[in-house]
Structures are given as structure tokens and as C-alpha cells.
């Protein structure tokens, strides 16, 4: 299974609710990844997770906050956004292997509107 | 620190013709390198990988890759391009930040 599952597909959400995406591997990669990408441009980094571990946050704001329940299992809960978070949503694992990162496979992404 | 450029925007080909994606990045030593391809609204499928050895890599889809150490390159190549190929690609570079950083993208435009 080299597949990486995110849900939901699509997420229409009020500057005041509280939501969750998720994401699922089953390759036994030890590091994932969050990534917020805007229309025509390149995937921009917002967390990596290594050994269920934060080991980088890239200044994202407060109103996102990932977790790591397992070492499948990758969430990023959603409050109080804006509508300049709406974007595509892309979580993405790999090995850990040493210093560099190796290939990452990436799910589909989770379009996230924000009202 | 690493950096990737893709100098070119957008590219337009018709169908049949050969194609090269243009990758030029920044590292003081040997990075691992990749193309991922994005069809619209979905997520990054890889093409190829670069890490060590032959220098010209070979992936999927019939796409190629050269790593060329002296002008710090790593051009996508596709000897004949398909309506299918129409896409969003993007080069990305591994060195010791332990994450991925991708240049800005090519739109590939097919005519038939």
C-alpha cells in the first residue's frame, strides 16, 4: 500500500467553527508532513512530524495545531480561521533517513474554504 | 541554505513534440532531487529521484532527468509529450534542512 488517504475531500467552514483534517498512511514511514498550498503555487511546509514528534513548525499560526496520534495518523485541527487559509490542504509522509528527507508521498489534499 | 529556480513559467507544446523543463538549484554539496508532477486540484505525484550515481535518471511516464553537477541542473525531459502530460510540475530539492524545498512550478500547456 504506497497510498496516503486525506479526509475530507472538500471543507466549507465559518470564521468560527472548529474542524479536523485527516490523514492516514500505512507504509510505515516515520515522518509526515502538513503542507498549505494557494492556486499556482508550490506546497509551502507548515509541520513535520518525525517519530510522532513535532520536530518543525514553520511559524504557522495558532489557529492551526497539528497532532500526531500515531505513527499512521496525522490530524490538523482547524479554529478561528480566516479566509486567507483557504487553500489546498496536503499532508505528504516519508522515511526518515538521516539528515535528508526522502521521497515523500502525498494524498490528494483536503480544498478548504473558509467563509 | 537550498534553493530551487524554474525560470520558466509556463510552457506550451503540441502533442508529439519533445519536452525539457528547465531546474537549476542551489547547495553547497550533492542534494537529493526530485519532479513531482500536480494534476489540478489533486496532490504531487513523483516522476523521479536523484540521489546518487547515473546521472541520468529514469522515471515514469517516460520522463527522463540529467543531473549535471557543473551547472547545478536538473533538467525533466520527455521525448514525446502526450495530451495526458498537461500539468503542473515541479522540481524540489533534499540537502540538510531535513524538509523539501520546491521551485516555483511550470504550468505544461498541450495543443493538439
Known amino acids: 500500500d504506497t497510498e496516503v488517504t486525506q479526509t475530507p475531500k472538500h471543507l466549507v467552514m465559518g470564521m468560527t467553527n472548529k474542524k479536523s483534517l485527516k490523514c492516514e498512511q500505512h507504509?510505515?514511514?516515520?515522518?509526515m508532513y502538513w503542507y498549505k498550498q494557494k492556486a499556482k503555487k508550490p506546497p509551502e511546509l507548515m509541520f513535520v512530524?518525525?517519530?510522532?514528534?513535532?520536530?518543525i513548525n514553520e511559524s504557522v499560526p495558532s489557529r492551526f495545531s497539528p497532532e500526531c496520534p500515531n505513527s499512521s495518523l496525522l490530524n490538523l485541527h482547524l479554529h478561528a480561521l480566516q479566509p486567507e487559509d483557504s487553500a489546498l490542504y496536503l499532508c505528504?509522509?516519508?522515511?526518515?533517513?538521516?539528515?535528508?528527507?526522502?521521497?515523500?508521498?502525498f494524498g490528494p489534499g483536503t480544498r478548504l474554504t473558509v467563509l | 541554505a537550498q534553493s530551487v529556480t524554474q525560470p520558466d513559467i509556463h510552457i506550451t507544446v503540441s502533442e508529439g513534440a519533445s519536452l525539457e523543463l528547465r531546474c537549476n538549484y542551489s547547495?553547497?554539496?550533492?542534494?537529493?532531487l526530485f519532479w513531482y508532477v500536480q494534476s489540478p486540484g489533486q496532490g504531487l505525484q513523483l516522476l523521479l529521484k536523484?540521489?546518487?550515481?547515473?546521472?541520468l535518471v529514469q522515471g515514469i511516464k517516460g520522463f527522463e532527468a540529467e543531473f549535471k553537477r557543473s551547472q547545478s541542473s536538473f533538467n525533466l525531459r520527455k521525448p514525446s509529450v502526450h495530451w495526458s502530460d498537461a500539468a503542473e510540475y515541479f522540481c524540489?530539492?533534499?540537502?540538510?534542512?531535513?524538509?523539501?524545498?520546491f521551485g516555483s512550478g511550470t504550468q505544461l500547456t498541450v495543443l493538439p
Open positions: 547547495y553547497g554539496a550533492t542534494p537529493y
Open positions: 507504509m510505515g514511514h516515520r515522518a
Open positions: 524540489a530539492v533534499s540537502g540538510s534542512a531535513r524538509q523539501l524545498t
Open positions: 505528504a509522509s516519508s522515511q526518515v533517513v538521516g539528515p535528508r528527507v526522502d521521497e515523500q508521498f
Open positions: 536523484y540521489f546518487s550515481g547515473d546521472t
Open positions: 512530524y518525525s517519530y510522532e514528534k513535532l520536530s
